[in-house]
């Protein structure tokens, strides 16, 4: 069980789906939607949220700041 | 179980974009590192809380609006002349935060004399050197730093060195110079050297504040578009063979 | 009592910018106009006015300077010769698209090219029709005497930040390499930052704060933007026209005939009227001092009186094309001019007078 819970929340329509964020995930949380924004873009998303440790590695890599990270410890 | 709504709370945010930052959707391709480093430019700024004091220099190049994106006063430069401009500034204003924002064709090529002599004065300013290899916004052609092999609009069989000269790496140059107090060279493709390279930014403007002379900021950084491949394979590539070339790491630190 | 000295006219540029409350001079050495950054760095005025002065790597670089100090609202200038104000062509553009007021000295000397380092008036067209790319002016005021140097420092920062534009004085190797009596301005403080913010506040970089951001840039991606930007320059310019037109004329009451020159030519000219007067031609002098915006309505009211009209330049004739403009047809136009750095002799205007009208 991991000590700290995370969540990303995404500004889906600022988002230009590059995939630096999802590559950046050391717990393999993210991935780009199937879905597109009005852009066109596969935004990113969490595939798999429980995974999230709220590091924030996704939110320093993205190029557009469009990722905020939340933390809450759960111990 | 813990509900994705309980955690998404105000206190519990650890990471958000820097209030320095404007509404303004970056007009960058997707993945560009402009936009990793505008944002820690942004960042350190608000942590040093001298937004009031700084004025930013852009250049010509993609980073030519870079003033749409981070929330100070602004001066656009001619095509490499940002360290001429920045030295009016910062000699008019010995109080300020001025810094130039440059990309390689700007700063190792066109601007290749205003940037030497200005780092050679030892101007009280901060250089951001974003070295990507290529011409971005003229559409890929080659740059000063093009690696030998490397493919570009202008060099359409690989940069040959007997044709084209050797990529340049001026940042070394620019550590010969006295008038500089720091010059490093960073990258921003994982979270740890964003980390580093946010560091190095704070430690140059830190060095305005106490009149070291010039900061020299390198950022090997990627243009997937530029280069043809994806964001990921950017870094990839970068990693694979930049690196080789322009290692990283501080070069001289006073 | 006001102070009268013996002094260059290069000298006086420099000693004029200190007294004017200039804040910054960024210049590059070139014949014949280096003792104005010479005589900056032997006053120190850093330690006087505060004022800065700065030698530049290159003209570009030292125009990029100007741009820079322009930018805070700052009174900077620099001052070059022929082919260093070629240089600053790239830079001057900028700062007319950003509009931004500074002062550009140009002693000028004979081209093209490296050419010589004598006076020469061949410069003109660089200097009143924009010089680097795209529809722009810049205000040109020619001085015809050491004091005039003195004088269009501080006119020449007054108009450029009464229409946010630089200014240009366009200076000649014998004014600035000649010495004459000049009465001196009194000192003028530099602006302080309150200053500032009152006069260019609106748009000058002195920090973000409680304000919108300030940016100056010339840059616009759209084209009906741009041209909506450049309407805006030209009713400038309009304005400038209308307003700001200067001249002398001389003897020109019963003239029948006219000679039209500017700078040290007009100083030739001077003479050259005299001569032609003690042989009987009536003749006057009309002297522009401002070439941008050109006497142009000034030189019209004059055709119904004159019979023969005579551009003097140290050219092959340049602002002779802005008169014929002016007169239209109306009155025949001739031009006499030395090339290359070398000065015409009065009398040697007088038999170009006689030859061209038949005298």
């Not at chain 2, 790496?169 to 550590?175: C, H, Q, S």
């Not at chain 3, 260059?8 to 014949?32: H, L, M, Q, S, W």
């Not at chain 3, 006076?119 to 020619?142: C, M, N, R, W």
């Not at chain 3, 019979?307 to 330049?313: A, D, I, N, R, S």
Request: charged residues 20%; aromatic residues 8%; glycine residues 10%.
């Amino acid at each position: 069980m991991a000590k700290f819970r995370g969540a990303i929340v995404v500004d889906n329509e600022k988002c230009k789906g590059c995939g630096l964020c999802v590559v950046a995930c050391p717990t393999k949380v993210i991935d780009l939607n199937p879905d597109v924004n009005g852009k066109g873009y596969h935004y990113a998303y969490m595939k798999n949220p429980e995974a999230c440790i709220g590091c924030a590695s996704c939110g320093l890599v993205c190029p557009d700041s469009v990722i905020s990270v939340y933390k809450m410890n759960v111990e | 179980m813990i509900d994705i709504q309980d955690i998404i709370k105000p206190e519990n945010l650890v990471y958000e974009k820097s209030s320095l930052l404007t509404d303004n959707v970056m007009h960058y391709c997707p993945g560009c590192t402009h936009g990793v480093v505008h944002k820690l430019v942004a960042e350190v700024i608000e942590e040093l809380g001298i937004q009031e004091q700084t004025i930013g220099v852009s250049p010509v190049g993609c980073s030519v609006f870079a003033y749409n994106y981070i929330d100070i006063d602004w001066a656009e430069a001619a095509h490499g002349r940002a360290p001429a401009v920045a030295t009016g500034i910062s000699r008019l204003h010995p109080e300020k935060y001025v810094f130039t924002y440059q990309g390689d064709g700007d700063l190792a090529s066109i601007g290749c004399g205003e940037i030497m002599h200005a780092c050679n004065r030892g101007e009280n300013i901060v250089v951001i050197f974003i070295n990507n290899a290529i011409y971005g916004m003229t559409g890929g052609q080659m740059a000063p730093t093009t690696l030998l092999g490397q493919v570009t609009a202008t060099t359409p069989y690989g940069r040959d060195a007997k044709l084209n000269g050797f990529p340049m790496k001026i940042t070394e140059l620019i550590a010969q110079l006295d008038g500089t107090c720091y010059v490093t060279r960073q990258s921003a493709d994982t979270p740890g050297a964003v980390r580093k390279t946010k560091n190095a930014l704070k430690k140059a403007f830190q060095n305005t504040r106490l009149q070291k002379g010039t900061s020299f900021v390198e950022v090997v950084s990627t243009c997937n578009s530029g280069w043809k491949v994806t964001p990921v394979e950017a870094n990839n590539w970068m990693r694979e063979n930049m690196f080789k070339k322009y290692p990283l790491g501080d070069i001289k630190d006073i | 009592m006001a102070e009268v000295k013996l002094m260059k006219g290069n000298e006086v540029i420099a000693e004029a910018a200190i007294r004017c409350g200039c804040d910054g001079y960024f210049g590059y050495p070139i014949t014949p106009q280096s003792e104005v950054m010479e005589t900056l760095m032997a006053r120190k005025p850093w330690e006087e006015t505060g004022m800065v002065v700065l030698q530049a790597e290159s003209e570009l670089a030292a125009i990029n300077m100007v741009y820079g100090g322009a930018c805070c609202g700052k009174k900077v200038m620099t001052s070059s010769s022929s082919p260093g104000i070629s240089l600053k062509q790239e830079g001057l553009t900028y700062i007319a698209g950003a509009e931004l007021p500074c002062l550009v000295v140009d002693v000028v000397r004979g081209g093209p090219g490296l050419g010589t380092i004598q006076p020469a008036q061949s410069d003109y067209f660089q200097a009143t029709k924009g010089g680097g790319h795209g529809d722009y002016h810049l205000i040109v005021l020619a001085p015809a005497s050491v004091q005039e140097m003195n004088d269009f420092v501080d006119l020449g920062f007054e108009l450029a930040f009464k229409y946010r534009n630089p200014a240009m004085i366009l200076a000649d190797g014998v004014i600035g390499q000649m010495m004459e009596k000049v009465q001196l301005s009194p000192y003028k403080p530099r602006w302080t930052e309150e200053e500032i913010e009152k006069i260019s506040g609106s748009w000058a970089l002195t920090g973000k704060k409680g304000r919108e951001r300030h940016v100056i840039t010339s840059l616009e991606l759209d084209a009906h933007r741009q041209e909506d930007f450049n309407k805006k320059l030209q009713a400038k310019y309009r304005k400038i026209e209308a307003n700001e037109v200067r001249f002398e004329k001389i003897l020109c009451e019963d003239a029948d005939y006219l000679i039209i020159a500017y700078g040290s030519a007009a100083r030739i000219c001077q003479k050259s009227i005299e001569l032609a007067r003690e042989a009987g031609i009536k003749i006057g002098l009309l002297r522009p001092i401002t070439l941008y915006p050109f006497p142009t309505q000034a030189i019209a009211e004059m055709c119904g009186q004159i019979k023969g009209m005579l551009t003097v330049e140290m050219s092959a004739g340049q602002m002779v094309e802005d008169v014929r403009l002016a007169v239209n047809g109306r009155v025949k136009v001739e031009h006499y001019g030395r090339m290359g750095g070398v000065v015409p002799t009065p009398e040697e205007i007088v038999e170009a007078l006689k030859n061209n009208f038949e005298l």
